[in-house]
């Protein structure tokens, strides 16, 4: 069974840097074609990709936030982390980190099991 | 900034049949762009329902269909339940980047 949990800082002030954590179990991520994936979520607003990273280390950003992201793994950890910089209050969401799994011959899977997230505010 | 529309709201009668649509500022959408649709419940974290355009994850009801449908991406229920009264999301593959619609407030009444 897959399961994946954020965790992080539920305030930070307006220039900080964020760091969240995803902790999964039930697969890892050194088997081939496996990634995990954040997204987030405004209040009351529509779901945002942020950011993906495979077995291989390949790293994937969104284009509009790709200056101020940073995804890096720990296989022996079952650890993914996502850094945010120069937070901003717009910036206010639910964190959310989801497993995905692509497979040569076969058709990608984004994001099919999520985690929990986690609410994260700015304000000073 | 590539844009992913879809319609934002939309009304369906328990029983009846309703198609969601997902478009791209791109143009066309079609099997390249590997469509998922997803479905949050308030309060809820979003469940995936339909992988790369049609395939449906062992936990999708049979109610639950994707297609490409006139240059877009498109999420048909039919039978619809109470249950089904949800917010849904479309996700398109843009070569290395993915990005989500602006999602469709589904009611049954």
């Known amino acids: 069974q897959i399961t994946l949990k954020e965790s992080g800082p539920t305030l930070v002030k307006p220039t900080q840097t964020l760091t969240l954590t995803c902790t999964f179990s039930?697969?890892?991520?050194?088997?081939?074609?496996?990634?995990v994936g954040w997204i987030r979520q405004p209040p009351g607003k529509a779901l945002e990709w942020l950011a993906l990273i495979y077995w291989d280390d390949d790293k994937r950003y969104s284009p509009s936030l790709k200056t101020r992201l940073s995804i890096t793994k720990d296989t022996s950890k079952n650890q993914v982390v996502l850094t945010m910089t120069n937070m901003d209050p717009v910036d206010t969401a639910t964190y959310y980190c989801?497993?995905?799994?692509?497979?040569?011959?076969?058709?990608?899977?984004?994001?099919?099991?999520w985690g929990q997230g986690t609410m994260v505010t700015v304000s000073s | 900034q590539t844009v992913v529309t879809q319609e934002p709201s939309l009304t369906v009668s328990p029983g009846g049949t309703v198609t969601l649509t997902c478009a791209s500022s791109?143009?066309?959408?079609?099997?390249?762009?590997?469509p998922n649709w997803f479905q949050q419940k308030p309060g809820q974290a979003p469940r995936a329902l339909i992988y790369?355009?049609?395939n449906k994850h062992s936990w999708t009801p049979a109610r639950f269909s994707g297609s490409l449908l006139g240059g877009k991406a498109a999420l048909t229920l039919s039978g619809v339940q109470p249950e089904d009264e949800a917010e849904y999301y479309c996700?398109?593959?843009?070569?290395?980047?993915?990005?989500f619609g602006g999602g469709t407030k589904l009611t049954v009444l």
């Open positions: 996700l398109l593959y843009y070569g290395g980047a993915w990005v």
């Open positions: 039930g697969f890892s991520l050194s088997t081939s074609g496996v990634g």
């Open positions: 791109t143009g066309a959408v079609t099997s390249g762009y590997h």
């Open positions: 989801a497993h995905t799994r692509v497979a040569s011959g076969s058709p990608p899977v984004a994001f099919d099991i």
């Open positions: 790369s355009t049609s």
